[in-house]
């Protein structure tokens, strides 16, 4: 089993950044594929940015050139910068994590982005 905790939500003026962490613990792995999804209120779960099992990044067009996710695999925690932030960007946002599909999930992190 793996635990994953996300943090660093929280309200932003519109322009400005927030960084999310999430750490991950129990059986770990660092060739997982880690992800991160959002929600907004009456939408459905979407997909952010993510790390594949060989490494290489991949973000929603939404997000492309204003968010960053990054990982350090010593502190098993992977991060997501979010910069230039719009109100739309507000969701709850989630941690994922797994090896072929994303088989674990944290308990996710409120963004508000206020225009």
């Known amino acids: 089993q793996v635990q994953l905790v996300e943090s660093g939500g929280g309200l932003v003026q519109a322009g400005g950044s927030l960084r999310l962490s999430c750490a991950a613990s129990?059986?770990?792995?660092?060739?997982?594929?880690m992800g991160w999804f959002r929600q907004a209120p009456g939408k459905e779960r979407e997909f952010v940015a993510s790390?594949?099992?060989?490494?290489?990044?991949y973000y929603a067009d939404s997000v492309k050139d204003r968010f960053t996710i990054s990982r350090d695999n010593a502190k098993n925690t992977v991060y997501l910068q979010m910069n230039s932030l719009k109100a739309e960007d507000t969701a709850v946002y989630y941690c994922?994590?797994?090896?072929?599909?994303?088989?674990?999930w944290g308990q996710g992190t409120q963004v508000t982005v206020s225009s």
């Open positions: 994922a994590a797994g090896s072929v599909t994303y088989d674990y």
């Open positions: 129990g059986r770990t792995d660092s060739r997982y594929a």
């Open positions: 790390f594949s099992r060989n490494g290489n990044t």
